[in-house]
């Protein structure tokens, strides 16, 4: 298996296929779009799971679609995560599910839970799919009690990784890589508050799963850092920065003000200050949704429960004194990264939880001063301000080309914009106007191959990253689904 890095690097090729492109809508007849868009999906024989409602909704969606193209897009793109990265079975009478990212063959579980959300309001109609998803639970279970600050693993618990020659770190047999990320563990915490909440099932939340819940807040504990530096470093052998840790592996100072401290963002890459603002805010909405759990199972009001009330109390004023700034031209928004001495990075990652993704990450059950979602909330207001800073030029990382606009990242360079950051603008916006704008460009993006990629040069989206990534297409799915249900004459 190629490490990732090489992998990206080989990726940035010309894709197969003529980029199509600029279409307006009913230009393509339904005999010229069966001949114009091949299938490219791969053969239902080959398929590793199969889900009835996940395929009633895309034969809906593909004849309900006026624009040819996107119903295209959503058939391959939809269902990638079942076709593709999936591999269940039982094991001791649970299910259990093992989602590989794409192109590597290991289970991060931040993506691994992305991977399929946009499934689970269609578990009520398919048990099979239901099954699926608790399977992905308990196998994130597992991973979180063998090493709560490992990012991914293998499906082999005793495999030894390719890493472990280069990563000084406390390495464990099963762990894929070691990066210390927030959203590792909260991810897991928002796939079982949403599988619940759509099927009132609370069977995968026992004893195993309870245990994971306290190693969580034990970690979050831990990383405030507030009696010491804690058990984490991590340092690997390598040419590139952003993939190691400085000052021996623990990052650079910080003041012990309540926030969680991330070695790396949600990209892998290593942060700059290490409170990493919105994985800190994804911790709160996650610590919500853990409580609202706790309630269900009759866990509420034990010390569990406590010692989770406790922190939220702590990050929310801890985010408010020293996550919020005044820019100069957008007045109050949210920093990236921070330090607790005065220190901030103004910017914005693709990688979800980012500051934008936000309102897409927030709790039901979040309430305060700090929700995005509420407009008589500060929360509210400081996010839209943010919002225009980041979609501008005062974001270091958003790219404006001939290709498209967007949000990129350090991880595969300047001037690459992500699928995924456009896919949350849509997401995350309100105006029909925008998810149109956002729609045109993911569909332009796709340069022919019929799938979404990492990331596609803003002058030329036939110059890639990741021709299999499956995040980025299940997200996109759920896009179109939202347009679907909400406007559906952006389709037409």
């Not at 990066?179 to 928002?190: A, G, M």
């Not at 030029?393 to 992500?418: D, L, Q, R, Y």
Request: a neutral charge.
């Amino acid at each position: 298996m190629m490490k990732r890095r090489k992998f990206l690097q080989q990726g940035m090729l010309a894709s197969a296929g003529v980029m199509i492109a600029g279409r307006g809508i009913g230009e393509i007849s339904e005999s010229a779009a069966r001949a114009e868009f091949p299938v490219v999906r791969i053969p239902e024989a080959q398929r590793k799971f199969k889900s009835q409602a996940v395929e009633k909704m895309v034969r809906e969606v593909r004849a309900s679609a006026g624009n040819k193209e996107i119903g295209w897009l959503f058939e391959n793109c939809f269902p990638n995560t079942l076709d593709t990265t999936v591999d269940f079975g039982l094991i001791g009478g649970k299910p259990d599910t093992y989602v590989i990212t794409g192109d590597i063959d290991a289970m991060w579980l931040r993506d691994s839970s992305a991977q399929v959300w946009p499934y689970i309001p269609l578990c009520k109609e398919d048990k099979d799919l239901q099954q699926l998803i608790r399977g992905v639970i308990h196998r994130q279970v597992k991973c979180i009690l063998k090493d709560p600050y490992a990012n991914a693993f293998y499906k082999d618990e005793t495999k030894i990784s390719e890493w472990k020659a280069t990563d000084l770190t406390d390495m464990k047999p099963g762990v894929h890589e070691r990066k210390w990320e927030i959203d590792s563990i909260c991810y897991p915490i928002r796939l079982s508050h949403g599988y619940w909440q759509i099927t009132g099932d609370t069977s995968p939340f026992d004893a195993e799963w309870i245990s994971a819940m306290e190693k969580i807040l034990q970690t979050f504990r831990e990383q405030q850092r507030k009696e010491g530096k804690g058990p984490y470093h991590f340092m690997r052998k390598t040419e590139f920065a952003t993939d190691t840790v400085p000052l021996r592996g623990y990052g650079y100072p910080t003041k012990k003000v309540g926030l969680i401290h991330s070695m790396f963002r949600p990209s892998d890459d290593a942060t700059i200050y290490p409170f990493l603002i919105p994985s800190n805010i994804f911790a709160l909405n996650s610590l919500s949704d853990m409580r609202a759990l706790f309630q269900a199972i009759g866990a509420h009001g034990k010390p569990v429960d406590d010692a989770a009330y406790k922190l939220m109390d702590e990050l929310s004023a801890a985010i408010t004194e020293h996550a919020i700034i005044t820019h100069p031209v957008f007045g109050e928004v949210f920093a990236y990264e921070a330090d607790g001495f005065g220190n901030h990075t103004l910017m914005d990652d693709a990688n979800v939880p980012s500051l934008l993704g936000l309102p897409y990450l927030q709790s039901p059950h979040f309430v305060g001063p700090l929700s995005v979602l509420h407009p008589e909330q500060r929360g509210y207001t400081v996010y839209q301000n943010t919002r225009r800073m980041l979609l501008s030029e005062s974001n270091p990382f958003f790219f404006k080309g001939k290709a498209g606009e967007g949000i990129g990242g350090p991880h595969v360079g300047t001037e690459m914009i992500w699928p995924l950051s456009i896919i949350i603008r849509g997401l995350t916006s309100h105006d029909s106007q925008e998810m149109a704008h956002c729609l045109k460009m993911l569909q332009q993006s796709n340069a022919g191959t019929g799938f979404m990629h990492e990331s596609f040069h803003k002058d030329d989206a036939a110059k890639f990253t990741r021709k299999w990534f499956a995040w980025a297409n299940t997200l996109f799915g759920e896009f179109v689904l939202k347009v679907y249900h909400e406007h559906p004459a952006l389709l037409s």
